[in-house]
């Protein structure tokens, strides 16, 4: 099948004349989730009574002109690792079946203050981690939608609603985003309060996912406009309307580990992209043209391990606890290995993978002066048959160990399928690589 996604965005025209309303846009997403959400299961929960109120009440504000914010009626899904008021949060664990909090995390708490609609939450995996949960790719279903954000991403990429939170601490946002063929941004670290989220890992963020790249801002930024980033950070700033195109002059593409693994249709896709820019004046450097960019190439080949290894340790607890004081056999495979792994490790261990991260982070913010912003692909190809296996997040993975903004836009394909271009920007600059990824997106056609 060939997805159609709904931007809420394009209907605001609509909503201010009286044409349409918030509640007929949710209908439509309505009749879509009911003809479709059988076959993929993007969703563990949903609220229709509560959102249909809430639609409601937007109408009205949209009627009068009192609108909170531009995603004011907006119909949404939040990533099942997030407290949510009315919904349960179950983390994909079978430890937390039908677990309900009293209260919204903070991202949530800022959606609803901005009059967003609070429709559904997204099937994660494990701790927003592995395995995966089930859901099916829209475009194929005998494919995985990636993760860990599988629920949000495919249910964007469906039309089933044109927008949600997810979550990055290695690939969670940018992989799924690149195999469902959906735009994705994944802010700075610490851009998005990630209060009451289970997601605590340290080099997580959590990150939107719309059907426009003008969308995934507007949604971040409504948050932070209340309820900031996290604590001591200086949360996603810059305009509440996405901030206008603005060309890079210099980019450099990176290539990183995964290159040897990527498909050679993916490849010809990034050169062709690489070409695309270049007639649009862009200067295009790379490890082969720069010292630069080849050090940085070379300090990111381990990134995957050092990621795995701080991943490990920060997951220490809770699944000490959980194996401890809940069921042991309450927990996958997977994350039971994990407990091995990081139980087996020392503080002193993970002190050094911190400090290499840091001076990774260090010395990625010294080349602001060499380039504007990173472009490479987003995956090594297109999302893998199988819903067992989440895929490769290896492209992802920079942009999380660094702490840097990062925004996934489909607009390549590999083996007939959807295929991410990334444009990766610098810590807290996110509305600057917003205007490099949304002057790159002029350049291309996509669905």
């Known amino acids: 099948m060939t997805p159609i996604k709904?931007?809420?965005?394009?209907?605001?025209?609509?909503?201010?004349?009286g044409t349409s309303s918030p509640s007929a846009f949710l209908e439509e997403c309505l009749d879509t989730i009911n003809s479709l959400?059988?076959?993929?299961?993007?969703?563990?929960?949903?609220?229709?009574?509560?959102?249909?109120?809430?639609?409601a009440e937007s109408d009205k504000r949209w009627k009068s002109g009192d609108m909170l914010s531009l995603i004011d009626g907006m119909p949404l899904c939040i990533k099942d690792i997030m407290e949510t008021v009315g919904m349960p949060t179950q983390q994909g664990s079978d430890l937390f079946v039908g677990w309900q909090g009293t209260r919204d995390c903070a991202a949530v708490a800022g959606l609803r203050e901005a009059g967003a609609v609070i429709y559904a939450k997204a099937v994660t995996t494990e701790f927003a981690a592995q395995p995966a949960r089930g859901t099916k790719n829209p475009w194929d279903l005998t494919r995985t939608p990636g993760g860990s954000s599988s629920g949000t991403a495919a249910s964007v990429a469906a039309g089933m609603l044109p927008g949600g939170l997810g979550t990055q601490g290695l690939g969670s946002t940018i992989r799924p985003a690149s195999f469902c063929g959906v735009f994705a941004f994944k802010p700075s670290f610490g851009g998005i309060n990630r209060g009451g989220s289970f997601d605590t890992i340290s080099q997580s963020s959590t990150s939107t996912f719309a059907a426009t790249l003008e969308e995934t801002w507007e949604i971040a930024r409504a948050i932070t406009e209340r309820v900031g980033g996290d604590p001591g950070f200086m949360g996603v700033s810059g305009p509440l309307e996405a901030p206008d195109a603005a060309m890079p002059k210099?980019?450099?593409?990176?290539?990183?580990?995964?290159?040897?693994?990527?498909?050679d249709d993916a490849k010809r896709a990034l050169?062709?992209?690489?070409?695309?820019?270049?007639?649009?004046?862009v200067e295009i450097v790379?490890?082969?043209?720069?010292?630069?960019?080849?050090?940085?190439?070379?300090?990111?080949?381990?990134?995957v391990a050092l990621s795995g290894g701080l991943n490990n340790w920060d997951f220490r607890w809770p699944l000490n606890t959980y194996a401890r004081d809940m069921d042991v056999n309450g927990l996958s495979p997977q994350a039971q290995e994990r407990l091995i792994e990081a139980q087996a490790m020392t503080l002193e261990e993970y002190q050094a993978l911190v400090l290499k991260r840091r001076q990774l982070r260090s010395s990625y913010d010294a080349l602001q002066s060499e380039f504007d912003a990173c472009v490479t692909l987003s995956?090594?190809?297109?999302?893998?048959?199988?819903?067992g296996w989440t895929g490769d997040a290896v492209f992802a993975v920079p942009s999380s160990v660094l702490g840097t903004p990062s925004y996934s836009l489909p607009v390549l394909e590999a083996e007939g399928l959807p295929l991410g271009l990334q444009i990766m920007g610098f810590a807290d600059q996110d509305d600057q690589a917003f205007s490099a990824a949304r002057a790159v997106l002029g350049l291309f056609d996509y669905i």
Not at 9 to 14: D, I, L, P, T
Not at 37 to 55: H, L, N, P, R, S
Not at 258 to 263: A, K, P
């Open 286 to 303: 790379d490890r082969d043209t720069s010292e630069s960019v080849a050090a940085l190439e070379e300090s990111l080949g381990g990134a």
């Open 37 to 55: 959400e059988g076959d993929i299961g993007a969703f563990v929960a949903t609220d229709e009574e509560g959102a249909k109120a809430a639609a």
């Open 250 to 263: 210099r980019l450099a593409l990176l290539r990183t580990e995964g290159w040897d693994r990527t498909v």
């Open 6 to 17: 709904k931007s809420y965005r394009a209907m605001h025209s609509a909503f201010a004349n």
């Open 379 to 387: 995956a090594p190809g297109p999302a893998p048959i199988g819903l």
């Open 271 to 281: 050169e062709n992209a690489q070409m695309a820019l270049e007639e649009a004046g």
